[in-house]
């Protein structure tokens, strides 16, 4: 929403009359769930957000979790009671459950948390930008579920919004792949 006159602060981002969209993903689980949050980062900054130094700062606010273990969920539970109380008096805060624990519980999770806009499986990682677009026009969404047998979820590049590629990188092979690395079996599986 565009403010005139006005330097705003925006997680690193400074800008004189508008604010820029901000987002937060918090992260509980595995190596996957790390890999999925770095794509969402990467989705959002291609959108145009920029990371939200605090919840209280963030416009968009994801929890990717885990539902392996008791531990990520318990939290989850936790943050979205705390969230839910941000959004009283943010309501255009958008709050995101992603990740295993999104797939398992779904529509379960949008009836008894009110304040949730979306619930995004770890394959709909690619429709975030459709699904916020959805989200902003009113509508609660729920996108679960994997690809087809032999489907090939698209990757997001993590190397087009900016985010440092290390020494030590995630390859999600769990969709299938067909790149034949010397090092992987994959493709033959």
Request: proline residues 5%; aromatic residues 6%; contains cysteine.
């Amino acid at each position: 929403m565009p403010v005139s006159n006005q330097v705003i602060e925006s997680g690193n981002r400074i800008f004189m009359g508008v604010k820029t969209p901000s987002y937060m993903v918090i992260t509980w689980g595995c190596q996957m769930n790390e890999d999925d949050s770095r794509q969402m980062g990467s989705l959002l900054e291609q959108m145009g957000y920029a990371r939200a130094s605090d919840e209280l700062d963030a416009d968009v606010i994801l929890l990717n979790t885990c539902s392996v273990r008791a531990k990520p969920e318990q939290k989850m539970s936790t943050r979205l009671g705390e969230l839910s109380i941000i959004k009283r008096d943010k309501p255009h805060l958008i709050i995101g459950v992603c990740g295993c624990t999104a797939e398992r519980q779904g529509a379960a999770l949008l009836r008894r948390w009110k304040s949730v806009n979306l619930i995004m499986g770890t394959a709909n990682i690619y429709e975030l930008p459709s699904l916020l677009a959805r989200v902003k026009s009113g509508e609660r969404v729920l996108a679960v579920g994997l690809p087809e047998r032999g489907g090939q979820a698209p990757q997001v590049s993590v190397e087009r919004a900016g985010v440092q590629v290390g020494l030590k990188e995630f390859v999600p092979a769990m969709y299938g792949c067909n790149n034949f690395c010397a090092y992987c079996v994959v493709p033959y599986t």
